[in-house]
């Protein structure tokens, strides 16, 4: 998709919402749609109708852009995200991220179901994720580079911003629950991982392992978006219980985080949003 997709998209969003758009934007994974519900006074734009937009087929993304208020606070929601497993080439996976980024979006939440390799982190508790690792095998940069989007070779040393983390921990902290913190590790899916690879994954430095977000982390970085993060932890890594792996089980504990997930974003916005 190029530079002139990416804008007619944005003009598109533009021409059809009344009012100034927010510098704030969030990404909803699996189970987590009852914070989209959350969003009051909402323009809501379906994934289907928007130009040039990749298309969610998985249960648990309803695929819609909502923009609305948070707390009070502007904010962009969209809920549901496109994946490499549906065969959503590189290129596709940047256009939502660079689409917010043309809107005028600075700061890009994004929340992720994922499996736990921390025995303190159970299903239904929250990681921040404080840095990745791309065990995928894409990048959304890859082919020619548009100067216009960022440079060839962007630096990611500083890919997940430490100053919104912190924001998150002292949120959490003043909610009273407990915010993990940790390595997020990116495989291509849809496939669990077996029991070898999350003890690989464990050896590598990983924390918590999942399907997504590293894609819309790399765009927002190339472009100069601020980056920040949280894992719902829907499950034990594959071969930490011996039990097996559902999708049911990701939406039914993605729901229990969720409820502080919520309390969390709600507090997290209120913090940083004008």
């Known amino acids: 998709m190029t530079y002139k997709d990416v804008q ?7 021409e059809r919402f009344d009012g100034d758009i927010p510098s704030i934007a969030m990404v909803l994974g699996s189970g987590l749609n009852s914070l989209a519900d959350a969003v009051k006074n909402a323009t809501v734009f379906s994934f289907l109708d928007l130009p ?6 998985v249960e648990g993304h309803a695929g819609r852009m909502l923009i609305g208020t948070l707390e009070g606070k502007p904010v962009i929601c969209m809920q549901g995200r496109a994946h490499a497993y549906e065969g959503n080439s590189p290129e596709k996976l940047a256009f939502s991220t660079r689409v917010l980024w043309a809107l005028g979006v600075e700061i890009l939440v994004l929340t992720n ?3 736990s390799l921390m025995k303190d982190a159970g299903p239904g508790s929250l990681m921040a994720i404080t840095d990745h690792i791309n065990f995928s095998g894409i990048n959304p940069l890859v082919g020619v580079n548009d100067d216009r989007f960022g440079p060839r070779f962007p630096d990611v040393t500083n890919a997940w911003d430490k100053e919104l983390t912190s924001t998150f921990e002292k949120c959490a902290d003043k909610l009273g629950f407990p915010l993990h913190k940790g390595t997020y ?3 291509m899916g849809p496939n669990f991982e077996t029991p070898a690879e999350i003890q690989a994954f464990r050896v590598m430095g990983a924390n918590a392992v999942g399907m997504s977000t590293v894609p ?8 100069g978006m601020r980056v920040c993060g949280v894992s719902s932890i829907t499950n034990y890594a594959a071969g930490m219980t011996g039990d097996e792996l559902t999708h049911h089980e990701t939406m039914e504990f993605g729901a229990i985080a969720a409820v502080n997930l919520e309390k969390l974003l709600r507090a997290f916005v209120e913090q940083i949003a004008a």
């Open 8 to 14: 007619s998209c944005a003009a598109y969003i533009k």
């Open 52 to 57: 040039g937009f990749p298309k969610p087929t």
């Open 113 to 115: 179901a994922a499996g």
């Open 185 to 187: 590790l990116m495989a």
């Open 216 to 223: 819309e982390c790399l765009t927002a970085r190339h472009v």
